[in-house]
């Protein structure tokens, strides 16, 4: 079980999330750490490859906290990957420049996932609790750390195209053709994950997310039986293990539909992404949930006045009461100026002032 929590200099996220009163609305971005960085830039190409970045406890710190240095943001997010665990479980991780991430291996049969090894996160993942230590320590409590990891669809998405995929019509022929597997490797990752967030927990994140990245590629009916689960039995399993104080943000992109099957999961948070109207998801879950979002991130591409107006679209949507965090509706884009995210940030600040 986590030691005593921290002190935080800025514990603006974590009341958010929580749903207790703050003084304005806590803000960062998903992929803030990223490509959009020129000094992200250079540490990845000193590294070589984005595994050896992600790898290196030391690069993975200095890029985590890259963004806090120019932005007055609320919270820094550990650079990793959703990927690892399927790595850890010996699929076989690469990147293909200009096509993203393969695996060497492709989940086919049910031998195929009884193969597969529940990974021991302080073992073949020690790397990503070593960063997460290693950032923790040298933050100091100003923000929150936060930790994460993909979902147990989304990773299988992956495992069973081999990569990623446009139609994801593999995976959804092995959920029809084989759902029985399909369960068997959902609830191993699942498994997976509980082990992996509760280490990052251990580690030193003061919260931490479940990117389902890929939900809404599902139809309602099997995002309910395929997805919604195991989201349910990550946040169970956290709270089981002694962790139900550390809130967790559930992030399905594209899932309108199941938002107040959602708010039903026990997580503290969900996620929203920009094609959904915070007053809306509010009212779907009936303030049963903190709600995080959801900026358009084509929004930062817009004229500084411009930006400004959309983030007080996105605050006045919301409304009043506490229980929201201001993000993206989903990650920075590589050729975004950086000096946007800046403007935005400096406009929830000042605009979300109570």
């Not at 070589?48 to 806090?68: H, I, K, Y």
């Not at 998405?157 to 990569?163: L, P, S, V």
Request: contains cysteine; negative net charge.
């Amino acid at each position: 079980m986590k030691s005593p929590t921290k002190t935080l200099q800025n514990d603006l996220l974590i009341r958010a999330l929580k749903r207790q009163p703050t003084e304005r609305t806590p803000v960062w971005a998903m992929r803030q750490a990223g490509r959009y960085l020129p000094e992200y830039r250079q540490v990845r190409a000193a590294a070589g490859s984005f595994m050896d970045m992600a790898t290196n406890p030391e690069l993975a710190c200095e890029v985590t906290l890259q963004p806090l240095r120019r932005f007055d943001l609320d919270a820094v997010i550990i650079f990793s990957d959703i990927l690892t665990i399927p790595d850890a479980m010996g699929q076989g991780l690469h990147f293909v420049a200009g096509e993203g991430p393969k695996f060497e291996k492709k989940i086919e049969t049910v031998a195929d996932i009884a193969a597969l090894p529940i990974p021991d996160p302080m073992d073949s993942l020690r790397y990503v609790m070593d960063a997460i230590s290693l950032t923790a320590k040298t933050l100091g409590g100003k923000v929150p750390l936060l930790g994460f990891a993909g979902s147990p669809w989304t990773l299988a998405t992956y495992m069973i195209e081999g990569g990623s995929s446009k139609t994801y019509a593999r995976s959804k022929a092995f959920l029809l053709n084989q759902p029985q597997a399909a369960h068997q490797l959902l609830d191993k990752l699942a498994q997976a994950t509980v082990a992996y967030l509760a280490a990052q927990i251990e580690s030193g994140a003061d919260a931490v997310q479940v990117f389902d990245s890929w939900g809404g590629v599902l139809s309602p009916a099997m995002y309910r039986e395929f997805s919604l689960p195991y989201l349910r039995q990550i946040v169970a399993g956290l709270q089981q293990a002694g962790y139900a104080d550390t809130p967790v943000i559930l992030f399905s992109k594209g899932v309108h539909s199941t938002l107040a099957d959602m708010a039903e999961t026990g997580a503290h948070a969900l996620g929203v992404d920009w094609t959904t109207d915070l007053s809306e998801a509010r009212r779907l879950t009936g303030d049963k949930v903190a709600l995080q979002g959801n900026l358009d991130p084509c929004v930062l591409y817009a004229d500084d006045e411009v930006i400004r107006q959309e983030v007080k679209r996105v605050l006045d949507s919301y409304g009043e009461g506490s229980g929201h965090v201001f993000n993206l509706g989903h990650g920075m884009h590589p050729d975004m100026a950086p000096d946007k995210l800046g403007v935005m940030v400096d406009a929830v600040h000042e605009l979300s002032q109570k």
